[in-house]
């Protein structure tokens, strides 16, 4: 019996379907700085128009993680690719840089191209609130590595920045205000433990609690905010010292990664209303407050840190924002 690619488990006519279905999501992201089309070998871009006296680049790159496992349960497969430009773009805005283009990475066992096209719609939406273009992408088939329904995912995301604008928190003292915007919901982080206290199979997934409106999948499946008109507004208002993106380690690991050293963050948790998700997990986990802030980001997505006579600036233009509390002199975060 002869033997070729397709026997051995990939479906290279399947490659072809799911780039021809892709193809338009990812047009719809390309701006003017985006040079050729899709299908070539290295995706180009160019940075002439951005005026700067020093231009920097900065690069994040991250994945989805275990959440995952809730789209493969709901086959739902159209929002994880927010959550992926998401992890990424909110990373690199961090450092003041304004997202420029995305790389996507997908690994499956099996290649569905409707599947494939709807994870890639996805990416392309994230994209467009994140205002970079995707311009380039893999999508690998790899049976017997991955189990036929199963994917994973990586992205890869490069912004720019005038280095004399780089947000870097050393200017951040005693005294400065942190400022919380709200999370969308649980993001793209905690997922294992989130799978054992719900679980991840279709049943589990479409229970109802009196606590939300909806299935407790749909409420885990939210997809992560994007915060980048966010971040460029207020920037545009005021001097932002310092941003933390709250992601894996919650407020307790992510929050001192922008503080000089002998500088503390002193959070009001009572500052405002943590979302009802958060407070269904901790009741049928029985996790203490220390726990729950040192895995989720418990409605807050991001913190900044400014003077605090910038305060009202902010707060009367951006209408998701609480002031958290305030920086001094010690180590780690006081909850």
Do not use: W
């Not at 086959?75 to 283009?101: E, K, R, S, Y």
């Not at 229970?207 to 409106?213: L, N, P, R, S, V």
């Not at 407020?251 to 500052?271: H, K, V, Y």
Request: with cysteine; glycine share 12%.
């Amino acid at each position: 019996m002869s033997m070729d690619y397709k026997s051995a488990g990939v479906d290279v006519e399947a490659g072809y379907t799911a780039v021809n279905l892709m193809k338009d999501h990812i047009k719809s992201t390309f701006d003017d700085n985006v040079i050729g089309d899709v299908g070539s070998f290295g995706g180009l871009y160019s940075i002439a128009g951005h005026h700067m006296d020093e231009p920097i680049l900065v690069a994040g790159t991250d994945g989805v993680g275990t959440k995952l496992k809730l789209a493969f349960s709901l086959d739902i497969h159209n929002t994880v690719g927010i959550d992926l430009v998401a992890m990424c773009a909110n990373d690199i805005i961090c450092q003041g840089a304004t997202p420029l283009f995305f790389l996507d990475y997908m690994a499956t066992g099996k290649l569905d191209p409707q599947k494939a096209a709807d994870i890639v719609s996805g990416i392309a939406d994230g994209c467009r609130q994140a205002g970079c273009a995707l311009i380039g992408g893999e999508t690998a088939e790899m049976p017997g590595f991955y189990d036929g329904g199963e994917y994973d995912m990586a992205g890869f995301c490069v912004g720019i920045v005038d280095k004399k604008n780089i947000i870097d928190g050393k200017s951040i003292k005693d005294g400065d205000v942190l400022l919380g915007l709200k999370s969308s919901g649980v993001h793209s982080n905690g997922f294992s433990l989130i799978r054992k206290i719900f679980g991840d199979d279709e049943k589990a997934l479409t229970k109802h609690y009196d606590e939300i409106d909806k299935s407790i999948g749909d409420a885990l499946l939210t997809p992560t905010k994007i915060y980048v008109e966010e971040i460029k507004k207020i920037t545009k208002i005021v001097k932002v010292k310092g941003i933390s993106h709250i992601t894996g380690g919650g407020f307790i690991e992510n929050i001192p990664r922008m503080l000089p050293q002998g500088m503390c963050a002193d959070i009001d948790i009572d500052s405002y209303e943590i979302p009802a998700v958060f407070k269904l997990m901790q009741k049928k986990s029985g996790l203490e407050n220390d726990k729950m802030y040192n895995t989720f980001n418990m409605g807050i997505g991001m913190v900044l840190a400014v003077d605090k006579l910038d305060v009202k600036k902010v707060t009367d233009a951006i209408h998701d924002v609480v002031v958290l509390g305030t920086v001094k002199k010690g180590e780690g975060v006081i909850l």
